[in-house]
């Protein structure tokens, strides 16, 4: 069986053949790396995103500037609680707003009576679409599975790191959307949500799951969602994060100073 994996791996892993004279236990450990990394769900690469962004404490704004169509995105030094989930989505190889946008031709009444329920009169536009929680909260009950939306303390497995949550304010009028963290609250156990919102005022990981009231959504995107997806999508997502992530260098210069003490004089 390990004769048959070797040769596997030189015909479809390039450069395997230079390992193989450092021994087979090299090489199995080689393989299994390769296949880690293989594995990694899309729940994980949304979680992994998200944590990221609570590292660069990325500024939240309320605001519809026109964007580039597909794969386009505000100023990479703030944005909305939607934007947190698009951008993790896109490290993930799934780039809503394109696929919000396409879907809304398909079921355009759909779309159009949801931004309705929110007295949000404007004409679908492929630049805020994808930044709207009513629309997130109509594109992932059509394509993501459906999960409970009540809080069970005594089945916490039901909230999965990288799960999405939608909160509403009453029947279906939605209004903040967020990411369940792999952290908890120490004293009760509740998942911890990572999100943007008013208050700290930027992307953080300070909110249970339950402090925004009422959830009306929890959704989770299967690994079946982005394999359905074409590769040249996945690609073009995953590069649209790296843009907004930056260079190495700029990014360690934005997490530094989103991680700099406020001298005593300037508050």
Same mark, same amino acid.
Request: negative net charge.
């Given at each position: 069986m390990f004769e048959a994996a070797l040769a596997l791996a030189m015909i479809f892993l390039p450069g395997v053949e230079g390992k193989i004279e450092s021994g087979n236990l090299q090489v199995l450990a080689w393989l299994q790396a390769e296949e880690s990394v293989e594995s990694q769900s899309v729940s994980e690469d949304i979680l992994s995103a998200a944590k990221r962004m609570v590292d660069l404490q990325t500024d939240y704004r309320f605001s519809f !500037?026109?964007?580039e169509y597909p794969?386009?995105? *505000? !100023?990479?030094?703030?944005?909305?609680?939607?934007? *947190? *989930?698009?951008?993790?989505c896109r490290a993930a190889g799934i780039d809503l707003q394109e696929l919000v946008y396409e879907d809304s031709h398909r079921e355009r009444e759909l779309y159009i009576e949801a931004n309705r329920r929110q007295n949000f009169a404007r004409p679908l536009n492929r630049?805020?679409? %994808?930044?709207?929680t009513s629309n997130l909260n109509l594109f992932f009950?059509?394509?993501a599975q459906v999960l409970p939306t009540r809080y069970d303390s005594t089945r916490p497995e039901e909230w999965q790191p990288g799960d999405i949550v939608i909160y509403q304010k009453y029947q279906d009028l939605t209004w903040h959307i967020a990411i369940v963290s792999? +952290?908890?609250d120490s004293f009760t156990g509740i998942p911890k949500?990572?999100?943007?919102?008013?208050? !700290?005022?930027?992307v953080s990981e300070d909110h249970?799951?339950?402090? %925004?009231?009422?959830?009306?959504? %929890?959704?989770?995107i299967t690994d079946s969602f982005r394999a359905s997806l074409s590769e040249e999508h996945r690609?073009?997502?995953?590069?649209?994060?790296?843009?907004?992530?930056?260079?190495? +260098?700029?990014s360690d210069q934005r997490l530094a100073e989103s991680t700099e003490e406020i001298e005593p004089s300037s508050l």
């Open positions: !500037p026109t964007i794969f386009g995105d *505000v !100023p990479s030094d703030w944005g909305l609680c939607c934007d *947190v *989930v698009v951008r993790a630049s805020w679409i %994808h930044r709207r009950q059509r394509y792999d +952290d908890v949500v990572i999100d943007a919102w008013l208050n !700290p005022g930027h249970r799951l339950t402090d %925004h009231g009422a959830i009306g959504g %929890h959704y989770r690609e073009a997502a995953i590069a649209a994060w790296k843009e907004f992530i930056g260079d190495e +260098d700029e």
